[in-house]
């Protein structure tokens, strides 16, 4: 069944999708038999409230050195990473020569501005192909997984960091213990540590089942971010809900009782009880909320198929790697995908089998349908192809809940 790994309390099994494929293993069309399967089932943990993954596979096979994955693939995440470079440079004023490290930094979406500005970095990350992205921007990386004994070759090499920052990392990191001792060891004693992940209210409010996969180890609370923290003697003294990546929690953590906790802590904290998001009833619900959407959107996609309309998939995303895999939806409902990202092209998702095609794919002609699996970023991609919508093309959704828009 699977323990608690951040207590060792038995896991409480809500969510349960089957064998799974890797939602970042993009498969070149003749290698389709060797893909590395897992079950994919999710447990909350009733002792800290921590909800995670029952099974992770290893990170070695997660994020080898050609991870697909970049971080500066949409114009909204390139704004927000430089936005939140210049608060981290902020944050760290109290220091003469500030030192910021990045943990799975990716491409060097944020460090790319601390390093035109000359700003001690350091970036860690393993993927070899995204850190050669992030070198030609003058961005500083080390290839390796960030683990205790890197954080402490960092810190004899290059002094304490006065802000460590990780965006969409700290939840992939199974061993988070190991992790927050790494960091722990890293910050000088007036640091300041910022990560970013998916919120779990945000999960639940919007029955956003894709973000469960086998990258996302963790899915944080702050009720369960504040328990995690404690061995480490560290605290979250303030926090942001941001809007990206389909809803996120940005926690601002120092060493306990160093700082003032804000207000938002507080309230944070309050709504997570009221909103049943530290009770298995909620989370229960949740689950039967989650079935339906997986009914419904098959159905659906079934309906469109027999009436003769052609569908593609918009955004090749980790994300859908469990919507296609979990509902059943492959080529014969789906004809492709498009995505811009040139490592994804050429090849089929994971799984499901959908081949990915580059975004000019997409007009040529335009489908009937377009199933929005890029769903975080909608704003930018209706934008950008309102010729589609123009024409008569409709969207396909499914979060918050299955619909076609226009109607
Ligand atoms: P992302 O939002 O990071 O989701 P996940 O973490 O689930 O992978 O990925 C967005 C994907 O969509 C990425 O592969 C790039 C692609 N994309 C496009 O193809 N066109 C676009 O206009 C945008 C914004 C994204
Ligand atoms: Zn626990």
Redesign the pocket.
Known sequence: MGECRVCNAPLELFLSFGRMPL??RFVEPDRVADEYLYDLAVGACPACWMVQLVDVPPPEVVFPPDY????S?????RDHFAAIASRLRRLARHSRDPFVVEIGCNDGAMLRTLARAGVRHLGVDPAAGAASTAHEYGVDVLEAFFDEEVAARVRDERGPADVVYAA?TLCHIADLHGALRAIDGLLDDEGILVFEDPYLADIVTATAF?QF?DEHVYYFSLAAVGRMLEPCALEVFDVEHLDV?GGELRCYVGRKGRRPVSEAVRRTLAAEQVSRLVDLDGLYDFSRRVDAVRRQLRELLEELHAAGRRVVG???????ATVTNACGIGPELVEFV????PE?QGKLTPGAHIPVRP?EAFADPYPDYALL??W??AA??RR?EHDFEAGGGRWVLYIPEVAISPP
């Not at 918009?314 to 859908?320: C, F, I, V």
Request: aromatic residues 12%; glycine residues 2%.
């Open positions: 939602a970042d697909p994955y970049r971080s693939a949409s114009q909204r995440m969409n894709d996969y990546h918009y955004g090749a995303t980790a994300k859908s498009c995505d811009s990202t994804k975004p699996f890029a975080n970023h930018e991609i950008k």
